[in-house]
């Protein structure tokens, strides 16, 4: 296998395995309610050995395309909130990223770049050049990309399980059930952290990539001590 094949790997467990096999998980504990769901899986399948390799082949790729999947759902209903409720960052991290190149650029004698954000291609093609001549650099904002993404799984499929709680609940008939209570309360919280951080994991990886870009394309060497 060629090592140029490793990071995709990588990329495909972090962006989508991972959260894929984490809300297949949720979705079993929120399905049958946690106490039940934990006897059934760690003491009832221990017993019987359920799962062995040839079952975890299966659970790989339904986490897989699960997590493909809900990641086309977030890119659905993010474009229809960001069309009712358009928001604009307190700071653009592609401008940020020309501002701090032109601050290194003037420190060292040189004139700054009459660039604005319009003018630089878009950032996946960024990116793509970045790899071309700097492995670690585009490995390193390839995994931040796969994290952001991650988070835009888990913040969709852990919103579909928050509403799956709500049914069983309503479907159990009690007004007070803690366990159902308890993941009212911890789903949602779920959701805003994880919401958060997609944002973060956005503009690090903007702000990388258009870092990494200009420094490659318009490199700025210290002045020789004489």
Request: net charge positive; proline share 6%; hydrophobic share 45%.
């Amino acid at each position: 296998m060629p090592w140029s094949v490793i990071p995709q790997i990588f990329y495909d467990l972090i962006a989508r395995v991972i959260p894929g096999a984490t809300v297949l998980l949720l979705g079993y504990l929120t399905l049958f309610g946690p106490t039940r769901a934990i006897k059934t899986f760690f003491i009832e399948s221990s017993q019987k050995n359920v799962f062995n390799f040839g079952t975890f082949i299966p659970i790989f790729i339904l986490a897989y395309i699960l997590g493909f999947i809900l990641r086309e759902l977030w890119v659905i209903a993010y474009k229809k909130i960001q069309k009712k409720w358009p928001s604009q960052p307190k700071e653009d991290p592609i401008e940020s990223a020309i501002d701090y190149h032109n601050k290194i650029r003037v420190i060292h004698g040189k004139k700054p770049l009459n660039v604005k954000k319009g003018d630089l291609p878009p950032i996946h093609i960024m990116h793509d050049q970045i790899r071309l001549f700097s492995d670690s650099e585009g490995y390193r904002l390839l995994k931040l990309r796969a994290e952001q993404r991650l988070c835009h799984t888990l913040v969709i499929g852990v919103l579909l399980l928050a509403m799956m709680n709500v049914g069983c609940w309503i479907t159990e008939a009690k007004l007070f059930i803690l366990e159902r209570v308890l993941l009212a309360i911890i789903l949602p919280m779920v959701i805003y952290v994880f919401w958060r951080r997609s944002h973060k994991f956005e503009r690090y990886y903007e702000h990388g990539t258009c870092t990494q870009w200009l420094l490659l394309n318009f490199p700025v060497k210290p002045k020789q001590k004489e």
